[in-house]
């Protein structure tokens, strides 16, 4: 090892995400801030990347996981049900769109990525189709960092590595209308000519060949909280149809409640396959993750062989299926989803009168409280920011020196090029501290230009 390297290395023993940065230590949470060993306040506007639902302290949820673990921690799904597990399949599926009719809960959203798809395969294998083996998703997606979810996302930056190493999945255009949708199309055909290309896309595979298509309602890492335009869910639904194909709708991000209502997908009157769930499910609590099928999928495995061929030590962990429990019974009797939707519209709109004529904000889109805000170097062009600048870093850096915490990431025009933030506050959010977002947002988007090298921003 060179003794400059030597002489940078962190005393931790902790393998770090990063090597070259020191983190604060995160010592406590009140609500929606989080405390770090030397007293520093951050507001977290994000819930880390769109988890902490509930904020960080909710006496209801720490209650529960106090008293299922005092109770029993672990029963081990191969050999026992539980009560939390029973009550959170029940609650979850009595809320979901109508068809939807089992849940079964693994440990985070790659996990329940994978579970789908294996799900998807077999459900064909017990319809008699084992030919059905291929899967399309859509460019500028994330579904996880496992192999499976790797492959179907379209992640540059977290493929590249081990592209070598994933299974061959076609990528169709997403719906991304600030930047796709030409300015002589509606809404209505933009959404069309987009779900237009699965249909394409599952003739040239071979309709017998195509086991099912995965898409998030509304794209979150990858595109900033991008919604599709009214009507583009519908077409997908129908070309699944219309080949048989599965539909897979990960909810990981934006479902349980962050857009507004508890499933993604009821926006879109559209009834999935299967669906996924994770991140705001557990709130951070524990982590859980969960897959709902359809009643056609669980009656293919019930009539057919009798058993889902797939698993996990922790699938259905007790102690995570309580607190998730918890927080989904928090959100129902304190009425949690009216305010997700009041106050993402206050924080939108609060956004828009801060930065909606900011020379590099080109866009304030999102639903509910999941909000995206796309920088741009040029409004009129819509020209992102050159890619080596890494704006993103930059803006979650000026962001904890601002004393919040937003999820900022890049790639959202081409995998490479685009900086965007995602807003994801706990439904809790509160009208001052909405304000407080507010604030702090524009001061750390401006921070974070002004880091720029000369010249490149104005
Ligand atoms: N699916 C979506 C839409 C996600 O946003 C993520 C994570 O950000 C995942 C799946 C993977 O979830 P996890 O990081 O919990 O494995």
Same mark, same amino acid.
């Given at each position: 090892m060179s003794p400059d390297k030597a002489s940078t290395r962190?005393?931790?023993r902790v393998f770090a995400r990063e090597f070259h940065r020191t983190l604060p230590k995160a010592m406590r949470g009140e609500g929606i801030w989080i405390v770090d060993s030397e007293g520093r306040r951050y507001? $977290?506007?994000?819930?880390? !990347?769109?988890?902490?639902c509930l904020g960080h302290s909710h006496p209801k949820v720490i209650e529960a996981v106090q008293r299922q673990a005092a109770l029993l921690p672990f029963a081990y799904s191969l050999f026992f049900s539980s009560e939390p597990l029973e009550e959170l399949a029940a609650l979850l599926v009595e809320a979901a %769109?109508?068809?939807m009719d089992k849940v079964f809960f693994v440990c985070g959203g790659s996990e329940a990525t994978e579970a789908a798809l294996k799900l998807a395969r077999q459900y064909h294998l017990e319809k008699g189709? !084992?030919?059905?083996r291929h899967f399309i998703s859509r460019r500028q997606s994330y579904h996880g960092n496992t192999l499976g979810a790797l492959a179907v996302g379209d992640n540059p930056a977290r493929r590249a590595t081990y592209a070598p190493m994933l299974m061959e999945v076609r990528h169709i255009a997403t719906?991304? %209308?600030?930047?796709?949708?030409?300015? $002589?199309?509606t809404e209505a055909a933009y959404g069309r000519r987009a779900a237009d290309e699965l249909d394409r896309a599952i003739r040239e595979l071979g309709p017998e060949n195509v086991a099912a298509f995965i898409a998030e309602p509304v794209v979150g890492a #990858? =595109?900033?909280a991008c919604p599709p335009v009214p009507g583009y869910f519908k077409r997908i639904r129908e070309i699944c149809d219309r080949h048989g194909v599965l539909l897979i709708l990960?909810?990981?991000?934006?479902?349980m409640g962050r857009c507004?209502?508890?499933?993604?997908c009821e926006a879109e009157d559209v009834v999935p396959d299967i669906l996924t769930m994770a991140k705001g499910l557990g709130a951070g609590y524990q982590p859980i993750g969960g897959v709902m099928a359809h009643r056609r999928v669980v009656e293919a495995i019930e009539s057919g062989? @009798?058993?889902?061929m797939h698993g996990h #030590?922790?699938?259905?962990?007790t102690v995570g299926c309580a607190a998730a429990l918890a927080v989904q019974r928090a959100i129902q009797e304190e009425d949690l989803l009216a305010n997700v939707r009041r106050q993402g519209e206050r924080l939108k709109q609060g956004l828009e009168e801060r930065l @909606?004529?900011?020379?590099?904000? @080109?866009d304030v889109r999102g639903r509910g409280l999941f909000l995206g805000i796309e920088l741009v170097q040029d409004r009129a062009s819509k020209r992102p920011f050159d %890619? $080596? =600048?890494?704006l993103h870093a930059r803006l979650r850096d000026a962001g904890m020196s601002e004393g919040i915490v937003c999820y900022p990431s890049g790639?959202?025009? $081409?995998?490479?090029r685009g900086d965007h933030v995602v807003l994801a506050p706990p439904f809790t959010v509160t009208d001052r501290e909405v304000e407080e977002i507010v604030e702090r947002m524009g001061r750390t988007i401006d921070r974070a230009l002004r880091s720029l090298p000369a010249g490149q921003a104005g």
């Open positions: 962190s005393a931790s507001l $977290d506007a994000s819930g880390g !990347p769109a988890v902490s %769109p109508a068809g189709q !084992p030919q059905r719906c991304y %209308p600030y930047r796709e949708k030409r300015s $002589d199309e #990858t =595109l900033g990960d909810e990981v991000m934006c479902g507004g209502t508890l499933y993604a062989s @009798g058993a889902l #030590t922790y699938l259905n962990h @909606g004529n900011h020379r590099h904000v @080109g %890619p $080596d =600048l890494k790639g959202c025009v $081409d995998g490479r």
